[in-house]
C-alpha cells in the first residue's frame, strides 16, 4: 500500500505564493513521474506540471513562468511552488505519483487534494 499526503494550501491574495507538498510513503520501489493536477468548480481535471524521474519538467501553458515543480526523491516528495497567483488559480489541486512498488509495478495514487484558494 501506498499513501500520500498532500499540505501547503490555503487563502492568498493575487499575487501572492504558496508550495504544496505531496509525500509519499509505504511499499515504494521507485517514483517515476510526478504531477500536479488542479479542478476548478465546472471545469475538468488539467494536468498543471509534470516532473520526470530524470528531472525534466513540463508545464500548462497558463503557470508557465511562475509554478515551479520539484521533487526530493530521498523524501519521496514532490512540491509545486506557485509564485505570483492569480485568481484563476483556484481549484483543488491534485498530486498524482507513478509508484513502482515492492511487486515492480508501476501504478498511480493520487494525493486527497488541497484547496486554494486567490483573493482579488
Known amino acids: 500500500q501506498v499513501q500520500l499526503v498532500e499540505s501547503g494550501g490555503g487563502l492568498v491574495q493575487a499575487g501572492g505564493s504558496l508550495r504544496l507538498s505531496c509525500a509519499a510513503s509505504g511499499s515504494i520501489f521507485s517514483l517515476n513521474d510526478m504531477a500536479w493536477y488542479r479542478q476548478a468548480p465546472g471545469n475538468q481535471r488539467e494536468v498543471v506540471a509534470v516532473i520526470s524521474s530524470g528531472g525534466s519538467t513540463n508545464y500548462a501553458d497558463s503557470v508557465k513562468g511562475r509554478f515551479t515543480i520539484s521533487r526530493d526523491n530521498a523524501k519521496n516528495t514532490v512540491y509545486l511552488q506557485m509564485n505570483s497567483l492569480k485568481p484563476e488559480d483556484t481549484a483543488v489541486y491534485y498530486c498524482?505519483?507513478?509508484?513502482?512498488?515492492?511487486?515492480?509495478?508501476?501504478?498511480?495514487?493520487w494525493g486527497q487534494g488541497t484547496q486554494v484558494t486567490v483573493s482579488s
Open positions: 498524482k505519483l507513478v509508484v513502482v512498488g515492492t511487486a515492480l509495478r508501476a501504478l498511480n495514487y
